[in-house]
T-cell receptor
Framework: QKEVEQNSGPLSVPEGAIASLNCTYS??????FFWYRQYSGKSPELIMF????GDKEDGRFTAQLNKASQYVSLLIRDSQPSDSATYLC?????????FGTGTLLAVQP | DTEVTQTPKHLVMGMTNKKSLKCEQH?????MYWYKQKAKKPPELMFV???????INESVPSRFSPECPNSSLLNLHLHALQPEDSALYLC????????????FGPGTRLTVL
């Protein structure tokens, strides 16, 4: 069983819409969760981290964590074509990050 | 400043060559990591250094040899690689291990002929 799971997509949304990216995890020992954005051929770039239940907002991005349901999400408001990338969810149950397989987001102009 | 630098950006090597990848951070982070990433896959952890000591080796073949000369530098020595080792090699650093945020460098694109 994979420890962090994501829908591989692609998730296609029109420009200006809200993109909703979801992630589930199996290890209740995970304390912190991270969202990375990765453009094709580039390295992962940290978007947000969250470790408390509830919502955390940063500009157009909102991360949501529900530890009871073992569910993490990332909302991107007013999606732009430049948001088109693979979004990696990662948890940290031990001394290392466990990545999901990533969700490919395509924002259509 | 959350910058991790890596050199070279691209590397092409034959199976009999010896080469090294370099990583540097000046954020005072005490943990540094090597990852390997193949196309359309997530990063795969190879090694973790904590306070300049190797703390995790994810059963990586001995043709990959890590080295941490000091708290700011991390090297990955390559020898007798196989074509299937071609990938993007990523370095990352964090304040500590565990749940601390990891920051990635730009990566080295390695091609083994």
């Amino acid at each position: 069983q994979k420890e962090v799971e994501q829908n591989s997509g692609p998730l296609s949304v029109p420009e200006g819409a809200i993109a909703s990216l979801n992630c589930t995890y199996s290890d209740r020992g995970s304390q912190s969760f991270f969202w990375y954005r990765q453009y094709s051929g580039k390295s992962p770039e940290l978007i947000m981290f969250i470790y408390s239940n509830g919502d955390k907002e940063d500009g157009r991005f909102t991360a949501q964590l529900n530890k009871a349901s073992q569910y993490v999400s990332l909302l991107i408001r007013d999606s732009q074509p430049s948001d088109s990338a693979t979004y990696l969810c990662a948890g940290s149950p031990t001394n290392k990050l466990i990545f999901g397989t990533g969700t490919l987001l395509a924002v259509q102009p | 400043d959350t910058e991790v630098t890596q050199t070279p950006k691209h590397l092409v090597m034959g199976m009999t060559n010896k080469k090294s990848l370099k990583c540097e951070q000046h954020m005072g982070h005490r943990a540094m990591y090597w990852y390997k990433q193949k196309a359309k896959k997530p990063p795969e952890l190879m090694f973790v250094y904590s306070y300049e000591k190797l703390s995790i080796n994810e059963s990586v073949p001995s043709r990959f040899s890590p080295e941490c000369p000091n708290s700011s530098l991390l090297n990955l020595h390559l020898h007798a690689l196989q074509p299937e080792d071609s990938a993007l090699y990523l370095c990352a650093s964090s304040q500590g291990t565990g749940s601390d945020t990891q920051y990635f460098g730009p990566g080295t694109r390695l091609t083994v002929l």
